[in-house]
């Protein structure tokens, strides 16, 4: 499969340069083992915020570590859009017979943040023993969905970023404030915000469907219906569909850069 | 014969913002932006016949990299028809894409840091090339451009005249039908130089490949195209054979001449004088007169006495600066 091929030629490449790799891989992790830390310094001074305890958070911070870190190193591609194009790499990838986001999917792939993805999901792991959760087949499949949405939403911010660097060239600035604060906002449960920043976070880009919703299912507490909980991740990946529909109709105003 | 490439009245103009001067500048251009259009391509409308090598050439900013996007479905134009291949190449730009092969002379498709074999393989699979297919034409590239030592190293190992080898063997992999050539013999060498044109030709040769090529080397004009389209200013400002234009312009002689003896002065019915110094002068025919050899020195020794005399014509880069100022369409 042509995936593989390009996942080949990536490991390839970091592997000339091996020592470069494991060295990036750790301090990525490194740093955000000392957020773990600051946050539990954080709970133990204060036991609870709104009503949460330090595993809940725990548990959040693992699931945004492990998506954004997966989005990081399989949709790079779309967050850094903007060297493909001002590269001149884009045009290369516009006169190839292959869909246009499968080439971008497999132009850049991060393997230093699989150090990320893996702390993530130990941090997970964690917060599950710690948590006190009657476990059945359905809670099982939320996590796992939980995930997937999470996974979904942030490649979608990626997309929306790489929508607009088709107009601007350079990177936008701007977006960051979606990329990277739902990446903070998303490390407590996001209720315990004001209520103008959680429901922009959970009907404009819904965190809230990788974040409290799917927490509260697990955890049988809160008084937003159980079954919607039980489905919000799933809701959740729909948020990529218009993304990419957005992405396709800019991109038919692409302009392309000198030699 | 049918025309591969059908160009007619394509147009392309892009937006460009204004920057804002003085105080506030930096609001002004993020709030308020104002744009400039700009006219990249005015009424472009050319053929060109299955087989051909067409040199397409133009001073810096002409608009030639535009056109090429264009032909190869990067770029949409603003108004204006093209067929290339019996389909319109923005439209179903993947079942386009098949019969096209791009080299940007500055720029690689190939992986810097993993042998180029890796990434012809990685072209291999984009292009969905049978496995027996691909074999035979590699040894076919290979034995034309003698990629063997070269195959199993990283690109960025590779010399420039090195890169462009496997930049041209990677266009070609999934056998185009038409081959487009951004600058291909850029920063080469002379020995490389010749490689890579005696290459073309043999591709043109062997496949009857139709290839486009943009240059700023005229011997590259002169050595491979049977066409030139010649851009100015995003308009076409002639097409057809590099002859014509050439010997349009080489019609021109500067003759230096050396005297036996010093004489006052140099007169020649037709001819203009440039310089005179002691036994030594510089003539000009003027364009009125068409230079003959034989004719030539019949004059001369008619009323001078000369030991040796020496013609040159315009170089073909002369006459193609000759022709930009003509038309003015050299940025100042």
Known sequence: MLYSKFLKMHIQTSMQYRFNTIFIGLTQAIINIGEVLSVYILFSQFKSVQGYGFYECLLMMGIIYTVFATAECFARGYDEFHKLIKSGEFDRMLIRPVNIHYQILGSKIELTKLTRVILGIILVIIALIHLNITWNILKILVLISTFICGFLIITGLFIISATISIFTIEQFEFVNIFTNGAKEIAYYPINIYAKWMTRIFTYIIPVACFNYLPLSYLLEIGNIPMWLCAISPLLGMLFIIPCIIIFNLCLKKYKSTGT | ?332
């Open chain 2, 1 to 332: 014969m049918a025309s591969i490439i059908d160009f007619t009245d394509i147009c392309k103009t892009f937006k460009v913002p204004l920057r804002a001067k003085g105080k506030f500048s930096m609001f002004k251009n993020f709030f308020a932006r104002k744009y400039k259009t700009i006219e990249a391509l005015k009424n472009i409308t050319f053929k060109v016949d299955e087989g051909d090598i067409v040199g397409y050439i133009g001073p810096n900013g002409a608009g030639k990299s535009t056109t090429i996007k264009i032909m190869s479905g990067i770029l949409t134009p603003t108004s204006g028809n093209c067929v290339i291949n019996g389909s319109v190449p923005w439209k179903n730009r993947r079942e386009f894409v098949k019969n096209i092969g791009v080299v940007f002379g500055q720029r690689s498709q190939l992986w810097w840091d993993v042998p180029v074999i890796d990434s012809f393989e990685l072209l291999r699979d984009i292009y969905k090339i049978p496995r027996e297919e691909f074999d035979k034409t590699l040894e076919l590239l290979n034995d034309a451009l003698n990629l063997d030592d070269l195959l199993n190293r990283p690109l960025r190992q590779l010399s420039l005249g090195q890169k462009m080898k496997c930049e041209l063997a990677g266009s070609l992999l999934h056998h185009p039908k038409i081959l487009f050539l951004d600058e291909p013999t850029i920063g080469l060498d002379a020995i490389t130089k010749l490689a890579v044109r005696d290459f073309i030709k043999f591709i043109n040769k062997k496949w009857n490949t139709t290839i486009i090529l943009t240059t700023h080397d005229m011997n590259d004009i002169e050595a491979l195209t049977n066409k030139i389209i010649l851009i100015g200013k995003g308009q076409i400002l002639y097409q057809g054979s590099f002859e014509n234009i050439k010997n349009q312009y080489s019609s021109s002689k500067t003759i230096v001449v050396e005297f036996a003896k010093d004489y006052d002065d140099i007169h020649l019915d037709g001819y203009e004088t440039i310089s005179h110094e002691k036994r030594f002068a510089t003539l000009k025919n003027l364009p009125s007169k068409q230079f003959h050899p034989k004719e030539f020195v019949n004059e001369i020794t008619r009323s001078y006495d000369i030991v040796d005399f020496q013609v040159t014509s315009l170089s073909v880069d002369e006459v193609l600066a000759k022709l930009y100022k003509e038309y003015e369409i050299v940025e100042r």
